[in-house]
């Protein structure tokens, strides 16, 4: 193949114009000169002025992904220019063999061609053939057509295109009209222009690297760029590069061999696919963002100063964020009004990877809500505000326990709820995250507010680029620390946030642009953006920790479908429209939108689900098949799963020096160190900052002061002293039980009493015990014999020693049950035990040896015993008559001494000689005092003939027995 000639014969341009518009009338069949001189002169008066410049394509603003593929151009035409000698002789031949065969040789107006074109539409309707040169389309494309629609094509506009054809071709050569017109003319690329971005959008190469079919497929499609754009319509698209192979064949440009060859190969083998170079509207959520981080970088537009821009965007990950929200996915949208924003960043670099604007993002400068749409974080912001917080100031452990009570807002009487509408009384921390629990939530930040003050808070928010807080009025308050009141965030500044807690406490600006180039030669800008330490590492770590955990650990919620076999951190948040949203017919507190943040130590991302504004009668408000469809939850899943192609590991975030582990008394702060021998269920373990770690010793309740002890004194016995100690009553009467394990809650709001029912985790009693009354008697100063009991009368019996006087020191005080060594003040009492009373018991109808016992007890006189013979074997050793008859009086001990006391009782000693030698019979039936004796026989089968030798009591043979002594007696025959 040989290059055509470019060289032009010179002629005098008015002479070369008149002479083609006169052609061009005799074609249209119009006679007469001077009509025709006065038709041309209406037809050129407003043909504009002709400026080489103004086919000069301006270069635009490139835009690339982290690989360096273009996914977009911007600028007043979106193009890439090329010049003529990048061009392949097969693009050159292409182009003239379909569009221009005479190119080469004509003026800038092709008669004959013009000619034919005229007849053909004459004969098949206007358009069937068109009979514009290179250089008239080119006149076309710059003063006659605009992005949006071509002009009217009308004689007039032609013949002042003929003109200002003939008059380019004497300014510019045929190199550069080719050139220039490769480079502005529409290739059926979405929302770009010229020959080098067509090359890389349908076959991914650079214009030297064109195929002989490729050529030909670029040469056709200008004709009818909709018609045979080959990935919308590729039999359409086939059947014209045929056709340009074809005129290549019929012009003498190919040969035969190299047109079967050409043709042989299916152009859709050649095409790189549709999602090689992304558009504008593709990927425009990215570039929104882009272009506003370069004018803040540069303080120039992209699409007036030309520029490369070199991006992080990640082109798998951008395109799947928008495939989701164009729901191109199994995520479904089920509400028209619905809408989502999403962002992925690298959690190390703050490098922005992709960024989802909102459903069906299309079209620059739109609302991107990735960047721009305000919201209330909720929930989601509990790790980042107020636990991150609390583990930096206030020492807290992961193993620290809160009050989920009633409480209301301060300076209100409004009640703070929690989404359950229940309070769960003493719980974990961890547990209290997991679950998204508002109270405790609040509780920390308010104990933090107190220890540092809401200036470093709210100085805290706004170095993590929070850019709507502020103090004052409306401003920071307590309703931040669940994601409420008058903070509201991006999900810009949401990753950014996040973003630091997951690199250690380093925050670093969110961004998308890696490198500047400028056109004109001006020294690029490499954007660097400091890293600056906002928390701790170990501050951080711990709030991570408890993500992780609320994805892994046992509580049901929204990011449990994140869990997976590598650690992933998460929060999810809900906001309500409160009652806002009465007058639009949204329920009372219905949620307006959710927000899930998830990440790696690789990866973060955030997606936000819900609805720009309330719309009345639409039902703009998350309803529960809404909420449970957990469309943020399934976002970032889909998002990780990408993830885990973009890197080999995800390993956990590395546990810093500074971080320890202590075994602490469970809901007891300032933390406390376990005793020997305690529960095991009342100790826990967390992480905490080693210059927290610090344990105290644990210390018991203070007991209430005893105010009063009596003493009263009685025995029933010489040598025994009955002491009642009565203490006052312990003015607390629920520390005199053992704490139960539900936790009964209150709160009067001045209008109404709330009650709750809730876990308690931990109570002093379960390790010290209830609070006891105690009393503490010594004898002559011997050593105390101590009492306790839960009733506050302690009833002692004393020992008194015999003969001298006898002192009691007697003492009350409170104590715990399991730790008696830990007391109250004591009161102390002194008694002389002295003479006592005694209240002689009844005796008569009791046992003889109940009387015996106690007359032997104290040490009375020896009394006088009276037998009668009792009739039952019951009456044996029954007292019939006591004298004197004292029985129920109480009498001094001295005076009892000197009685003697007369006992009547039921009695008999038995003679056994009258049986000796009788026969069995007659013992079982004639003896009259075998009724009072438990008789064996030996041998127990003797005949009722055999006759008794003797009798046997305890193995001893006797003659006689006292019945009371023992009733059982063995007969021995023979």
């Given at each position: 193949m040989k290059k055509n000639s470019t060289r032009k014969p010179k002629r005098r341009i008015l002479l070369s114009t008149i002479s083609a518009i006169v052609a061009m009338i005799v074609v249209f069949g119009i006679s007469g000169t001077?009509?025709?001189?006065?038709?041309?002169?209406?037809?050129?008066?407003?043909?504009?002025?002709?400026?080489v410049n103004d086919f000069i394509s301006p270069e635009s603003t490139k835009i690339y992904d982290r690989e360096g593929i273009l996914i977009a151009d911007i600028g007043l035409k979106v193009r890439e220019n090329i010049s003529y000698s990048q061009m392949p002789q097969v693009l050159i031949d292409a182009f003239v063999a379909i569009e221009d065969s005479r190119f080469f040789t004509h003026n800038g107006f092709d008669l004959p061609r013009f000619t034919k074109a005229i007849i053909e539409n004459l004969r098949s309707g206007f358009g069937a053939q068109g009979g514009s040169t290179f250089t008239m389309q080119l006149v076309k494309n710059t003063y006659f057509a605009s992005e949006e629609s071509n002009a009217d094509v009308t004689i007039e506009r032609k013949v002042q295109e003929i003109s200002m054809a003939i008059q380019l071709e004497n300014e510019l050569s045929k190199k550069r009209i080719l050139e220039l017109y490769v480079n502005k003319v529409n290739y059926g690329v979405p929302s770009s222009y010229g020959i080098y971005n067509a090359a890389q959008y349908y076959f991914g190469k650079e214009i030297e690297q064109l195929s002989l079919g490729e050529a030909a497929y670029l040469a056709g499609v200008v004709n009818a760029p909709g018609r045979y754009q080959a990935y919308k319509n590729i039999e359409k698209a086939t059947e014209r590069r045929n056709d340009v192979l074809y005129y290549m064949l019929y012009h003498g440009y190919i040969t035969k061999s190299e047109f079967d060859a050409a043709v042989s190969i299916k152009l859709e083998d050649l095409l790189a696919g549709d999602n090689l170079q992304g558009v504008p509207s593709q990927y425009q959520g990215y570039i929104d963002a882009v272009i506003a981080e370069v004018k803040e970088l540069t303080g120039f537009d992209p699409a007036i100063v030309p520029m490369n821009i070199y991006t992080h965007m990640d082109r798998s990950t951008q395109e799947l964020m928008e495939a989701i929200q164009n729901e191109e996915t199994n995520i479904k949208f089920p509400h028209p009004l619905l809408q989502t924003a999403g962002i992925s960043m690298d959690v190390k670099t703050g490098e922005i990877i992709a960024i989802g604007g909102g459903r069906f993002y299309q079209g620059e400068r739109l609302y991107n809500r990735a960047i721009s749409s305000f919201h209330n974080p909720g929930s989601s912001v509990k790790p980042l505000l107020d636990y991150a917080l609390a583990f930096e100031y206030l020492g807290y452990s992961t193993g620290h326990v809160i009050l989920d009570e009633p409480i209301m807002w301060g300076g209100t009487d409004k009640v703070v709820r929690n989404y359950s509408r229940r309070y769960d009384g003493e719980v974990r921390m961890m547990e209290a995250l997991s679950r998204s629990l508002n109270i405790p939530a609040i509780k920390t930040l308010q104990a933090v507010v107190n220890s540092i003050g809401s200036a470093k808070v709210v100085e805290y928010l706004q170095s993590l680029g929070f850019s709507k807080v502020f103090r004052g009025n409306n401003g920071f308050d307590l309703g931040y620390a669940i994601g409420g009141s008058t903070f509201t965030v991006t999900p810009l500044e949401m990753i950014g946030a996040y973003g630091m807690l997951l690199n250690g406490g380093v925050y670093t600006k969110p961004h998308t642009v890696s490198r500047i180039e400028f056109r004109n030669g001006e020294a690029p800008i490499i954007p660097t953006f400091a890293s600056v330490r906002i928390l701790s590492v170990e501050a951080a770590y711990l709030t991570t920790?408890?993500?992780?955990?609320?994805?892994?650990?046992?509580?049901?919620?929204?990011?449990?479908?994140?869990?997976?076999?590598?650690?992933?951190?998460?929060?999810?948040?809900?906001?309500?429209w409160g009652s806002e949203g009465l007058q639009y017919g949204i329920p009372e507190g219905a949620a307006k939108d959710t927000w899930i943040v998830s990440g790696t130590s690789r990866y973060i991302n955030v997606a936000w689900v819900g609805f720009d504004k309330a719309v009345a009668g639409q039902g703009t408000y998350m309803s529960n098949d809404l909420y449970r469809l957990n469309t943020a939850g399934l976002i970032n899943r889909m998002l990780l799963n990408h993830q885990e192609k973009l890197a080999t590991s995800f390993p956990a975030i590395p546990r810093p020096a500074g971080i320890t582990e202590i075994n602490h008394v469970l809901g007891v702060y300032p933390y406390a160190a376990p005793i020997d021998g305690m529960n095991s269920s009342l100790i826990t373990s967390g992480l905490i900052k080693k210059e927290f770690a610090t344990l105290n010793p644990l210390t018991p309740p203070t007991l209430s002061n005893l105010t009063d002890v009596t003493v009263t004194m009685s025995s029933a016995n010489p040598n025994v002293r009955t002491i009642s100690t009565t203490l006052s009553s312990y003015p607390i009467p629920e520390d005199l039980v053992m704490a139960s394990s539900t936790l009964q809650m209150e709160l009067d709001t001045g209008t109404e009493i709330i009650r709750a029912t809730g876990t308690r985790l931990y109570h002093p009693s379960w390790i010290y015990g209830p609070v006891r009354y105690f009393s503490s008697i010594s004898v002559n100063g011997g050593t105390p014999k101590l009492t306790m009991s839960d009733q506050n009368v302690i009833t002692v019996d004393v020992e008194i020693p015999a003969g001298g006087e006898t002192t009691l020191n007697v003492c009350g005080f409170y104590a715990f049950e399991s730790a008696t060594d830990i007391r109250s003040n004591q009161i102390c009492k002194t008694v002389n035990a002295g003479d006592a009373n005694i209240t002689v018991p009844k005796f008569t109808g009791g046992l003889l040896a109940t009387f015996t016992n106690w007359v032997t007890s104290y040490n009375l006189k020896t009394p006088t015993l009276k037998m009668i013979d009792p009739l039952l074997k019951s009456q044996i050793g029954i007292i019939t008559e006591l004298k004197p008859a004292v029985e129920g009086e109480s009498m001094k001990f001295s005076d009892l001494k000197k009685i003697t006391f007369e006992t009547t009782y039921y009695d008999k000693i038995v003679s056994f000689e009258p049986i000796i030698g009788q026969t069995k019979m007659f013992v079982q039936t004639l003896w009259t005092d075998y009724r009072f004796f438990n008789v064996t026989f030996e041998p127990a089968d003797a005949p009722n003939t055999a006759t008794v030798k003797e009798v046997v009591v305890s193995g001893i043979v006797v003659t006689n027995q006292k019945l009371s002594l023992n009733n059982n007696i063995t007969i021995r025959l023979q």
């Open positions: 001077s009509t025709a001189v006065l038709l041309i002169n209406e037809m050129l008066k407003d043909t504009p002025a002709l400026d920790y408890m993500m992780e955990y609320t994805v892994s650990g046992p509580f049901g919620n929204q990011i449990k479908l994140l869990n997976r076999s590598y650690p992933v951190y998460a929060k999810s948040g809900t906001s309500d």
